[in-house]
C-alpha cells in the first residue's frame, strides 16, 4: 500500500471515530480537551510579563505569564523561562506544546521560542509582538524571556 493511500485510510478512520493504537481499536474516542486559558507565576505574581495564543493574530486560548517584576532592558540575559510547557504528561487534561501561534511581550520583555524542552533546539531569537514565525508556528516546547 502507498503511503498516499495509508494516510487517506488514517484520515478516515479519524474522522469516523475510530483510532488505532498498537493493534486496538477505540471507537467513539473522544478529542483531547480544549486548551484552557492559564497563567502561570514563573517567580512571583503580578506583573504580566507574555502572554501566548493559540492561535495567530491573538486568537483562541491564551497562556498568560507574570512575575514579581519587569524584565531588564540587557538583552544578553535570561529574566525569566518556562522549561516545559503545560502538556498532557503532567496530569493536566490538555497539551500546549506545539500549540503557540502569537504572543504579546509586556514589562519590558521579548520573547524567545525554543522547539525542544528546557530551551533547547531551534529557536526564535528574540522577537517583540506578533505571530509566531512561520517555521515556528505550532513548534513552540519551552520560553524565554529577556
Not at 483531547?32 to 495564543?53: D, F, K, R
Not at 501561534?101 to 517583540?128: E, I, P
Request: net charge negative.
Amino acid at each position: 500500500m502507498t503511503t498516499t493511500k495509508r494516510v487517506a485510510r488514517r484520515a478516515a478512520a479519524l474522522a469516523a471515530g475510530v483510532i488505532a493504537v498498537a493493534g486496538v481499536s477505540l471507537v467513539n474516542a473522544q478529542p483531547a480537551a480544549a486548551l484552557p486559558n492559564l497563567t502561570i507565576n514563573l517567580s512571583g505574581s503580578g506583573i504580566v510579563v507574555g502572554t501566548e495564543w493559540a492561535n495567530q493574530n491573538y486568537g483562541g486560548a491564551y497562556l498568560q505569564y507574570e512575575a514579581n517584576r519587569n524584565c531588564t532592558l540587557m538583552v544578553t540575559d535570561s529574566d525569566f523561562a518556562d522549561h516545559i510547557l503545560p502538556n498532557g504528561f503532567d496530569g493536566l487534561p490538555y497539551d500546549w506544546d506545539n500549540d503557540i501561534s502569537s504572543f504579546k511581550n509586556w514589562a519590558n520583555c521579548l520573547t524567545n521560542h525554543f522547539d525542544a524542552d528546557g530551551l533547547t533546539g531551534g529557536q526564535t531569537g528574540l522577537l517583540n509582538d506578533g505571530n509566531v514565525p512561520a517555521g515556528y508556528n505550532d513548534r513552540t516546547e519551552s520560553i524565554r524571556w529577556s
